[in-house]
Nanobody
């Protein structure tokens, strides 16, 4: 059984930082494209960041320079360091895995496994 479990969400003031973690079980993530997504109320789910098996990274324009994705294949964990957070970063954040070596052109519907999500709330 493949499972993804996020942790690290919470409330933070604008300008602050949070670090999200995703623990995978049931499979090794080293051969998967891994990504972080978020969905705010009334909005579509968007990819925030992704990292492929070659450690190439992809970021949404809205988080470039503020968020950093990383992965530890040995521990089967994926992380998202979020700095200089903004109110508009408020959303439910999800970890996801896709059976692709590369993340380029992998759409949300191509991701095979999803976590339950962790809530991030940024206040002024």
């Amino acid at each position: 059984q493949v499972q993804l479990e996020e942790s690290g969400g919470g409330s933070v003031q604008a300008g602050g930082s949070l670090r999200l973690s995703c623990q995978a079980s049931g499979y090794a993530i080293r051969t998967y494209c891994m990504g972080w997504f978020r969905q705010a109320p009334g909005k579509e789910r968007e990819r925030v960041a992704a990292m492929d098996t070659g450690r190439n990274t992809y970021y949404a324009d809205s988080v470039k320079g503020r968020f950093t994705i990383s992965r530890d294949n040995a521990e089967s964990t994926l992380s998202l360091q979020m700095n200089s957070m903004k109110i508009e970063d408020t959303a439910m954040y999800y970890c996801a895995a896709a059976r692709y070596y590369y993340c380029y052109n992998v759409s949300p519907s191509d991701y095979n496994y999803w976590g339950q999500g962790t809530q991030v709330t940024v206040s002024s």
